[in-house]
């Protein structure tokens, strides 16, 4: 069973920092595409930085300047910096993970999702 664990959420000023981690755990072949979504009541999940295997970032217009997302994959571990933080920005944070697995025939591919961590700018 493949879990993903968010970590690093809370509170923080407008202009603060903040940085989430996740971590994937259990048993898999390997991991693609990992990345960070974001949700506030009433709206969609929206994307915000995904990162290839190869460390290949992709950012949502939002974010681009202010947000930078890494991994690393010896910890199967994706982490968000988030820098000059606006109210804007307060949602809940999921953390997504595209994880290979192997049969004996073939492979499949997965995607998976932690239970989100929450994020509030607010004075």
């Known amino acids: 069973q493949v879990q993903l664990v968010e970590s690093g959420g ?3 000023q407008p202009g603060g920092s903040l940085r989430l981690s996740c ?6 072949f390997s991991i693609n ?7 506030t009541p009433g709206t969609e999940r929206e994307l915000v930085a ?7 970032p992709n950012y949502a217009d ?12 010896a910890k199967n571990t994706v982490h968000l910096q988030m ?5 804007e920005d307060t949602a ?17 591919d997965r995607t998976y ?7 509030t700018v607010s004075s």
């Open 113 to 119: 999702w932690g239970k989100g961590t929450l994020v």
């Open 23 to 28: 971590t994937a755990s259990g048993t898999f």
């Open 10 to 12: 809370g509170l923080v």
């Open 83 to 87: 820098n000059s933080l606006k109210p």
């Open 92 to 108: 809940v944070y999921y953390c997504n993970a595209i994880i290979r697995n192997r049969t004996t025939f073939h492979f499949t």
């Open 62 to 73: 939002a974010v681009t300047g202010r947000f930078t997302i890494s991994r690393d994959n």
């Open 50 to 56: 995904t990162i290839t295997s190869g460390g290949s």
């Open 33 to 39: 595409t990992m990345g960070w979504y974001h949700q």
